[in-house]
């Protein structure tokens, strides 16, 4: 019988994953390059508050490791807002982070000069370290979309999960990450609120890893909630439905419980496109005492065979 990943979370670096002195660094996505990782996060300057500045300063950096785990040295800023009338002209936020083919996609969300309203769009490049050429128009999935998750087939069509303003998860549908896409299903978990989807695909069932904003799906607040379903469209609470929560262990043996612990995204260095194989890596924004980074912990591999929800 496999284990639950709740019991496969391994033991933490001191230096784990990727911080910034001097800004809260959020939203970790991965991939891996050859032989260096590269890790996709949001930023925004501390003095601008926690979360809130996030929706005014917030801009998606690249940093580097030779391991999964970290630590990560920053590269570079990747995209900001761009000013003028763009659906990002004011911020950029949320980066997820893959390759499709010989193309470098990067989903995130932006909001235009004097709106506090989110969309979801992309950017795409030759190569992860870009030039990166941003949608010019966002992905038209409501008034205030947020936290897309992208999963790509291997014949180039996607499935979206995001949420809207009032916590409810939905998904959509493209044949390709340029569109048109289609929305397949709204509030696809009507019982609670939950945001910051992970979608992926393993054992012939799609699986969404979200925060459990209100609990109902997990029995406690925030932490991480696991669903599953066959078609992408039709979702139930997988059998474990706890994924994650709020304390770490390092291994030097102390350990810490996180004030929030946001953003998870499975990562899997056994596969060769992203969402696919068995997770090696949970990567969440953590917020402790005041500071935030990207923890990168890493997932022990299965006992024996797994079953679905």
Not at 64 to 78: H, I, L, N, S
Not at 82 to 92: I, L
Not at 192 to 212: A, I, K, M, N, S
Not at 263 to 274: C, G, M, N, Q
């Amino acid at each position: 019988m496999a284990r639950p990943l709740i019991e496969r979370l391994g033991k933490v670096p001191a230096q784990s994953g990727f911080r910034q002195e001097g800004y809260f660094v959020w939203c970790g996505s991965l991939i891996r390059v050859g032989g260096t990782y590269h890790l996709f996060a949001s930023r925004w300057p501390e003095p601008t508050g926690f979360p809130e500045g996030y929706r005014t300063h917030s801009e998606i950096v690249r940093a580097t490791a030779d391991q999964a785990v970290g630590p990560y040295r920053f590269a570079e800023a990747v995209v900001a807002g761009r000013g003028g009338a763009y659906w990002d002209g004011r911020m950029c936020h949320n980066p997820k982070i893959l390759r499709i083919g010989d193309t470098y996609v990067l989903y995130y969300i932006g909001s235009a000069c004097g709106s506090g309203l989110r969309k979801v769009g992309y950017a795409w490049g030759p190569s992860v370290e870009g030039p990166w050429m941003r949608a010019d128009e966002p992905i038209p999935l409501g008034e205030d979309a947020n936290n897309p998750a992208p999963y790509v087939h291997a014949d180039g069509s996607v499935l979206l999960a995001y949420r809207d303003r009032e916590l409810q998860m939905h998904v959509a549908g493209a044949p390709s990450f340029r569109g048109p896409y289609q929305v397949l299903v709204r509030n696809l978990f009507p019982e609670g609120r939950l945001e910051d989807p992970d979608l992926t695909f393993r054992q012939g069932e799609y699986h969404l890893v979200v925060e459990d904003n209100q609990g109902v799906l997990t029995g406690h607040v925030r932490f991480g909630g696991h669903l599953v379903s066959p078609d992408g469209v039709t979702w139930r609470p997988h059998r474990h439905r706890t994924v994650y929560t709020h304390t770490i262990d390092y291994e030097d043996g102390t350990s810490f419980t996180a004030e929030r612990r946001e953003r998870p995204e499975l990562y899997s260095d056994h596969a060769e496109a992203k969402g696919n194989g068995e997770p090696t890596h949970l990567i969440t924004g953590v917020l402790s005492q005041g500071k935030t980074w990207c923890l990168v912990q890493p997932i022990a591999p299965e006992a024996g065979s797994a079953g679905g929800g």
